[in-house]
């Protein structure tokens, strides 16, 4: 794998120093997650049109109908089950209100690669 095929991982502006996170990295065919302290847990991956119905199911909680992974609460945590492999994510209350937050803030809607792969 060289430099180019490797993901730029990015963290909201409200994670604390870009510890304990959700991380999220843009490709050319989609977005990837994963939890920065847990990267061996794995990845799930977006097309363009999940990802922006999976920032819509997580700012406004509502069900999850992205078609890729699932949004539920444990408690204070929150769990992203991905509807095609065994990864599961699970992030804390804080990890996931900066997420939320960011996402929110338009952070992660990477607008022009979804015009790009449209």
């Known amino acids: 794998m060289s430099t180019a095929d490797r993901p730029t991982w990015l963290t909201s502006s409200w994670s604390s120093n870009g510890e304990k996170c959700v991380e ?21 991956t977006f097309a363009f049109p999940a990802w922006a119905a999976f920032l819509r199911e997580t700012c406004d909680d509502l069900p999850s109908a992205n078609g890729i992974a699932t949004i539920t609460k444990i408690g ?26 960011g996402a929110a803030a338009g952070e992660f809607d990477f607008a022009g690669e979804l015009a790009a792969a449209t």
């Open 76 to 101: 204070s945590d929150t769990l992203v089950r991905s509807l095609h492999t065994t990864v599961e994510l699970r992030f804390d209350e804080d990890e996931w209100s900066a997420f939320t937050a």
């Open 24 to 44: 999220v990295a843009p490709a050319a065919d989609g977005v990837t997650i994963r939890h920065s302290k847990h990267p061996a847990a794995g990845t799930i």
